[in-house]
């Protein structure tokens, strides 16, 4: 297994399937291995993330250890923590921030490297596009109200977020409940995964 989550990792660092329409060229942003027991899918890397080739390597990324209760070093260990975006390449800019993932990335790379990733115990769905991508109809017709059904997704191992981004203080300071209720069982969630205790 491992040297299939290897070869996948290095088949999707050499792609070259959106490069037409990525302005900074491509450069797939991501890590796994095959021991990994947190799963993070987001959205796609932004400029800083293309640049530095390190996922999360910015503002939202501090914020989102903050959510996890985790150190940097421990979030950047492969070994425990999967970052697998719905776009690996950052797509470009447009008027109201990053543009969207480019659409022919998950389609064509999530079949192949997911299943490979058989320790996950947990997935942490991060903004709409994930949600939208991972969660499907079981999803609410808001971001809002499928973070509010957190605890039924997360029966089936799933847990939707929020993007981290500063862009999102407004809705968490308008939604007390994601910080006194959400977060503290995703802390103790996280510790024990990094334990090694099954939560299943």
């Not at 987001?42 to 959510?67: I, N």
């Not at 981290?164 to 959400?182: A, C, G, I, K, T």
């Not at 510790?191 to 939560?199: M, N, P």
Request: charged content about 20%.
């Amino acid at each position: 297994m491992v040297k299939r989550v290897d070869k996948t990792l290095a088949d999707i660092r050499a792609c070259h399937l959106c490069e037409a329409h990525l302005p900074l060229g491509p450069r797939p942003v991501l890590q796994a291995s095959a021991t990994s027991r947190l799963l993070i899918v987001s959205q796609a890397p932004g400029r800083k993330v293309h640049l530095s080739g390190v996922p999360f390597d910015d503002v939202s990324g501090a914020r989102l250890r903050e959510w996890l209760g985790i150190e940097r070093d421990t979030f950047y260990d492969a070994g425990h923590v999967a970052i697998v975006p719905m776009g690996f390449c950052f797509p470009g800019s447009g008027r109201g921030g990053d543009l969207p993932p480019r659409p022919e990335c998950a389609p064509t790379w999530h079949p192949r490297l997911l299943p490979l990733l058989t320790q996950v115990q947990l997935t942490l769905v991060i903004g709409q596009y994930a949600q939208v991508g991972l969660l499907g109809t079981s999803r609410g017709t808001s971001l809002t109200d499928t973070v509010r059904a957190w605890r039924t997704h997360l029966a089936n191992g799933r847990l939707p977020l929020p993007h981290p981004s500063p862009r999102n203080r407004p809705w968490v300071m308008h939604n007390p409940w994601f910080e006194q209720d959400l977060l503290p069982v995703l802390r103790e969630r996280v510790r024990l995964l990094l334990r090694g205790v099954d939560t299943d």
